[in-house]
């Protein structure tokens, strides 16, 4: 669940950016559709506790996010909130395995390898293990960086612009990929997009519009 009212955030020296409220059941989905620039990683960033709003505030699953001390609300995103970046941030040093083994050292809990196997082997890409993500097509590597996302079986995901690079048909299996997963995790989706195949595959969704100038409405 998401709820947001009278959200603001100003960045040093620019214009206020003033997002429109919004509510999704958890479960739901949410689009955040706009041109690139437009404020929608912004939105991401308030709500996945990365960036502290100026006046309003953002409620997830019940947890009013500005309102935790920033240790606590680096815990709380590793523990609920599964990122899927536009730049998906695979450490170059390290294996597929390993960087999913991240997401425990974030959450403070010891490595589950089992549980990478498994995440690993759900989205197809558990012989990929051992490869670094030099070794990965981009299609692999969103992938394994989707598996990074799921393994805390987050209440929510925040999926930026995912579709952007992607041909007609990797754009529809992304999408499927992610409202599978969403589904089966009874997670709420969040797109940012401004991709039209993304708005014409989740007709249902709620729309959170952006506009050019970086004011949004509902």
Same mark, same amino acid.
């Given at each position: 669940?998401?709820?947001?009212?009278?959200?603001?955030?100003?960045?040093?020296?620019?214009?206020?950016?003033?997002?429109?409220?919004?509510?999704?059941?958890?479960?739901?989905?949410?689009?955040?559709?706009?041109?690139?620039?437009?404020?929608?990683?912004?939105?991401?960033?308030?709500?996945?506790?990365? *960036?502290?709003?100026?006046?309003?505030? #953002?409620?997830?699953?019940? &947890?009013?996010? +500005?309102?935790?001390?920033? !240790? %606590? @609300?680096?815990?709380?995103?590793?523990?609920?909130?599964?990122?899927?970046?536009?730049?998906?941030?695979?450490?170059?040093?390290?294996?597929?395995?390993?960087?999913?083994?991240?997401?425990?050292?974030?959450?403070? *809990?010891?490595?589950?390898?089992?549980? #990478?196997?498994?995440?690993? &082997?759900?989205? +197809?890409?558990?012989?990929? !293990? %051992? @490869?670094?993500?030099?070794?990965?097509?981009?299609?692999?590597?969103?992938?394994?960086?989707?598996?990074?996302?799921?393994?805390?079986?987050?209440?929510?995901?925040?999926?930026?612009?995912?579709?952007?690079?992607?041909?007609?048909?990797?754009?529809?299996?992304?999408?499927?990929?992610?409202?599978?997963?969403?589904?089966?995790?009874? !997670?709420?989706?969040?797109?940012?997009?401004?991709?039209?195949?993304?708005?014409?595959?989740?007709?249902?969704?709620?729309?959170?519009?952006?506009?050019?100038?970086?004011?949004?409405?509902?």
């Amino acid at each position: 669940m998401i709820d947001s009212r009278g959200l603001q955030y100003t960045y040093p020296r620019g214009e206020p950016l003033r997002f429109g409220d919004v509510s999704v059941v958890q479960g739901g989905a949410l689009l955040l559709r706009g041109p690139s620039g437009s404020g929608k990683s912004t939105w991401l960033a308030l709500a996945s506790g990365l *960036l502290t709003p100026t006046a309003g505030e #953002v409620v997830v699953g019940g &947890q009013s996010v +500005g309102a935790l001390p920033a !240790a %606590a @609300r680096d815990a709380w995103r590793a523990r609920h909130i599964g990122f899927l970046p536009q730049k998906l941030h695979l450490g170059e040093a390290l294996s597929v395995a390993d960087n999913l083994g991240l997401v425990f050292f974030a959450a403070g *809990l010891p490595v589950d390898r089992a549980a #990478v196997a498994r995440t690993l &082997q759900a989205l +197809g890409v558990e012989a990929l !293990a %051992a @490869r670094k993500p030099s070794q990965l097509s981009g299609g692999q590597a969103q992938r394994v960086a989707l598996a990074r996302a799921l393994l805390p079986r987050p209440s929510v995901i925040l999926a930026d612009e995912p579709t952007a690079s992607l041909d007609d048909e990797a754009c529809a299996v992304s999408l499927n990929l992610l409202r599978t997963c969403a589904s089966g995790l009874n !997670a709420t989706l969040v797109i940012a997009t401004h991709d039209a195949r993304v708005w014409q595959a989740l007709p249902q969704a709620r729309v959170l519009a952006f506009n050019a100038s970086a004011r949004v409405a509902a």
